[in-house]
Every structure is written in C-alpha cells, then in structure tokens.
C-alpha cells in the first residue's frame, strides 16, 4: 500500500514542482516501476523518474530519481542515481558544483553524498553498505553501488518527516530538469527545500569576539565586500578597545610597522630619527594600560612580506605562550618575551587577491581565521534580488575555491535603481569579465551574460 501512495505522492510533487506529464511531446521524465514480490525480496526492487529520453524498461543512462522500497515497516532508501549505462546528456550537469552541493544539503549522517557526481566507479561508503538499518536491502544496494551519488535513509516515508525527504530530492531533481517555469513552481521548490538548506543565522561580531577573548590574535578572511574591515573597527569598537590601525601594501616594511631609523626632512642638516611602527606604538599603550584592552587592526594583511615585515617579533604570536627567559627586540632598549594579555590583533585578508603571495602556514598556525561570507542583509538600500540572482549563479557553478570569488554583499547596496545599475555596470560587470578572462567560473558564463544582458543591456562578449 505504501508503494502506491508513494509513487502517487511523487507524482503529484512533479507537477507541483513544474513538471507536465501530460504534453504530448516533450516530456519530463519516464516513471519506473519494478516493485513486483520476487523483487521486494531484496532483488533489485525500486521506482522513480528517470530522463524523458529513456525506454520504459531496459538499461538507461543519466540521473533519475531512484526510491528503494521494502515491506513490513523497515526503512527505504531514497536517491539520486544514475543509469546502468552511464551519462549521456547529463555528464556537464553532474560535474555542476552545485547539485552536489544542492544534495549534500539533503543528506545526514543517514545518507551520503559522493564528493564527485560524475563518478561511476566508486561504491558506497560501509555506512550505506553495512548500515544494520539496510540489511534487508543488502542485495539491492550491492547491486547498484556504484551508481547512486546521494542517498537518504527513510524510516517511514508516509510520515511528515519521511514525505520532506522524498518530496526535497523530488524538488532537488526538478531543478536538476529545469521542470519550474514559473514563481508558483519555484516556490514550491523552494519551500520543499527550505527546511534542509535555511543557513544557520550566525552573528559573526558575537563569534568574532568570542574568538579574539580566547585566541588574540585573528585573520577576517572574505571575498570583496563582505565587510571585514568594517567588522574588525565594530568588533574593536562593542569590546571598548583602544583601537590602532594600519593598512598593508606592497612596500609595507619591517620599519613601517617595527622599527626603523629615517632622515629628519625637517632639519638643514643631515640628522636622523627614530620611527616607532604602529606595532609598537599600540604595544607600548597596552603595557602601560593594563587595564584598558589594545585591538591592532591590520588591514590587507597578506598585501606585504610578512615575513620581512614582522622579523622576529613573528615569535611572540602565541596566544598561550608559556613563560620563557627569551627576550625579543622590539627597538633599543625594549624588550618583551611576550605580548601582553590586553593586547590583540585582527588583521583582515581579501580571499579573491589572487595575485597575492600565500600566507605561510607558520603565520597560519598563530592565528585564528574567521570566514565572512556574502549574504544579504536588512536595509532599504539593499537589492536583495540581484545579490540573490548572482549567489545563485555562483552557489550552482562555483567550485569550493571560486565561491571565495563572489562579490559581496558591500557591492549591491545602493539608494536608487540608477546607482545600482550604475554599480552593477562599473563594478560587478568588469569583476566578473575579469574572472571569465582568467579561466574562472567558465561554465558560468553564459548564465552571467544572461544576468547582464537582462540587467544593464551589456554583454559579456564583444
């Protein structure tokens, strides 16, 4: 009875989800439906969609929904799978960063999501293939191991709990087929996924702060516009700190930050200075203001050497640094063997300057590194439904390294829809051409130069 209500139920979540299995040509996919009692004894029994290219029986290819069912109340598996035969026409969607991304999302610590949905020779993981809750299943599973990218175990699929599951891949794969065409659809989509992909609301200043109290020192580390220099002088500013700050480039030095000896320009004669850098100025405040908390904001940290830049002072970050009789040189006549518990650094990092040298893992170790992601903000000023169409893009196409990549939220705050046309023509439009031009995000790129074509009337091809 289960079986049946399931195939309708699936049925019926297609067409809510923008699939017509009416059209006379055209359509959205085959149902399957081997589910007859020699093959419910754990001999290759299941149902689903597969593509709409396929026969009704026989081998086939490409993704398909696949539903392992069982009787007598024992769990189902519901999957992502792919044909016996292979890809056909799917083979560029499965290397699409996104829809493992998508799925991965709809699975626990009961499912699995492979790492690489174009793969069709590696087995399940033994938590599938061993799983005490599968055992009934063992032959089914063993059958088509190597061809099932995101499973999902199911206790009971009638119940509230089991249809979400069912109905999230159903909706998963709808948006695998392009099935919505229009906002009624998408919704239903949307609201199917929502309990699996609602991002967990982190207030990153409370995080951030919890951090720099337990380890001192901290890298802010985001794409443009994510607001990280913005978050270091709030952070600074809600702890009550004596803040300093300074700003890395290029021909940032040892004697910029330390300690140097420079020429006295002022003086007709030829006389020279000493220069305490910011570094030791804040130090030396914390060491005379015990009571009183010291931020160091150094941003664009990865724009200098830094190995050049902090000389031996890199020894005292160490945030449990025990007592030692090592002393280092700060600049004549001071010296320190450690930095003082009042004092802390937050220096920031731009993950999209690529053509920055990479921080030393040495450096890595001695601080703690926090990542701000894009995301959309509450203002008046905010055009949420550009961020959202270029996060979409991004969140489907981008690999794990290019979603550092993405334009932040700082890009898409404007008081007018001119000055946001204006921002998106002049800003994010030469961004993202930069990114194409360097071999970034190529199969994106027409999904871009919809976006912008649409947009601003531009495209990204002369």
Excluded at 168 to 191: C, E, M, Q, V
Excluded at 204 to 226: A, C
Excluded at 313 to 340: G, N, R
Aim: aromatic share 12%.
């Amino acid at each position: 009875m289960s079986i049946e209500l399931i195939r309708q139920f699936i049925k019926e979540k297609a067409i809510e989800f923008g699939a017509k299995p009416e059209n006379e040509y055209n359509k959205p996919y085959v149902e399957r439906n081997n589910t007859g009692k020699e093959a419910l004894k754990d001999n290759g029994a299941y149902f689903g969609f597969i593509h709409s290219e396929e026969e009704a029986s026989g081998p086939f290819h490409d993704f398909s929904i696949a539903i392992f069912p069982s009787e007598n109340n024992k769990a189902w598996l519901v999957c992502l799978g792919i044909g016996s035969s292979g890809f056909k026409n799917d083979y560029e969607v499965a290397t699409f960063p996104g829809l493992r991304r998508l799925f991965s999302k709809l699975t626990n610590e009961r499912g699995f999501c492979k790492s690489d949905f174009s793969d069709i020779e590696t087995s399940l993981p033994k938590s599938i293939t061993t799983n005490p809750d599968l055992q009934h299943l063992k032959n089914t599973i063993k059958t088509y191991t190597k061809v099932l990218p995101a499973c999902q175990i199911v206790d009971n699929p009638e119940s509230i709990e089991g249809k979400k599951v069912i109905s999230a891949f159903i909706a998963g794969y709808a948006k695998l087929r392009d099935w919505p065409t229009n906002k009624s659809h998408r919704k239903a989509i949307s609201d199917a996924l929502e309990p699996f992909i609602k991002d967990v609301s982190i207030d990153d200043s409370v995080e951030i702060k919890k951090l720099i109290e337990d380890r001192k020192y901290l890298v802010l580390q985001g794409p443009p516009g994510t607001g990280k220099t913005r978050m270091a002088k709030k952070v600074a500013n809600e702890i009550g700190a004596r803040t300093f700050f300074t700003q890395f480039h290029a021909e940032t030095t040892y004697s910029d930050f330390i300690y140097g000896i420079r020429p006295d320009i002022k003086n007709k004669e030829l006389s020279y200075g000493e220069t305490l850098g910011i570094f030791t100025q804040s130090l030396k405040y914390a060491l005379s203001n015990v009571n009183e908390k010291v931020i160091l904001i150094v941003d664009e940290i990865n724009r200098a050497n830094l190995s050049n830049v902090l000389g031996p002072v890199f020894y005292l970050f160490e945030h449990k640094m025990e007592a030692s009789d090592i002393q280092i040189e700060i600049s004549p006549e001071f010296k320190v063997t450690k930095l003082p518990e009042n004092f802390h650094v937050i220096a920031t990092m731009n993950t999209a300057d690529r053509s920055l040298a990479v921080v030393d893992f040495a450096l890595r170790r001695r601080f703690a590194w926090y990542s701000l992601k894009p995301k959309p903000i509450k203002s008046k000023s905010f055009f949420k439904e550009d961020f959202a169409r270029i996060q979409e893009i991004f969140d489907w196409y981008a690999s794990s390294i290019e979603l550092s990549l993405q334009p932040g939220q700082g890009y898409f705050i404007a008081e007018s829809n001119e000055e946001m046309e204006n921002r998106i023509r002049y800003e994010v439009f030469p961004l993202i051409k930069e990114y194409l031009q360097e071999g970034l995000l190529k199969n994106a790129k027409e999904e871009f130069n919809n976006y912008f074509a649409s947009r601003i009337n531009q495209s990204l091809f002369e």
